[in-house]
Every structure is written in C-alpha cells, then in structure tokens.
C-alpha cells in the first residue's frame, strides 16, 4: 500500500493528517475507500471531502453546505433527526449509506 499526496516533493517525513491534501491510497484489493468520523455529525461528515470547495479565506459557506447535505440526505435516504446527529447515533444501514 502506497499513500501519495500527489506533490513532487515525495522526501521522508513525518505523517500528518492533512484532510484538505487530495490524497490517493493505492492498494490491489481496495479501488475507493469511503472515510466515516463516528464522532463527527451528518453534515461535516458529507462535507468532509468537500471543505476546500466550501471554504473562502477559511470560512465555510454554511448555506452552501446546507444544500449540499441537504440534497444528500434526500437522494440517498438517511434517516437523521438531524443534520448535526452523530454518525455513531445512526442505524447500522444509515451509517454505510
């Protein structure tokens, strides 16, 4: 398994967690993983990848992400109380959706 962030510098270094990196996980069993923070409520947990495209001067356009959750929400079904409920809070089957 190989973990690149797509930059040319690919020198020895500490990892860090950089979760606005485009990173790329290379691996001959897996060709996606989806990424689930349990703690972490319904709409940061759609919007996660999407926080680059969301952001200006580092401030999230909130109305912005609201539609993007809430047009999420609806096409896949998940049943939430809440945008802001825990991933962990869900059921089994709105939790792999």
């Known amino acids: 398994m190989r973990l690149s962030s797509g930059h040319q510098d690919e020198s020895p270094r500490l990892a860090t967690l950089d979760l606005t990196a485009n990173l790329e996980l290379h691996d ?7 990424l689930v923070v349990p703690d972490m409520s319904v709409r940061e947990n759609i919007t996660l990848a999407l926080l680059p495209r969301l952001t200006r001067f580092g401030v999230v356009d909130e109305a912005r992400q609201r539609a993007i ?7 896949l079904a998940i ?11 869900l059921s089994g089957g709105n939790q792999q959706k």
């Not at 049943?79 to 809070?89: C, M, N, P, S, Y």
């Open 28 to 34: 001959s069993l897996q060709d996606e993983v989806r």
């Open 69 to 75: 959750v809430d047009r999420f929400i609806a096409r």
């Open 79 to 89: 049943k939430t109380a809440d945008i802001e409920q825990k991933v962990r809070e």
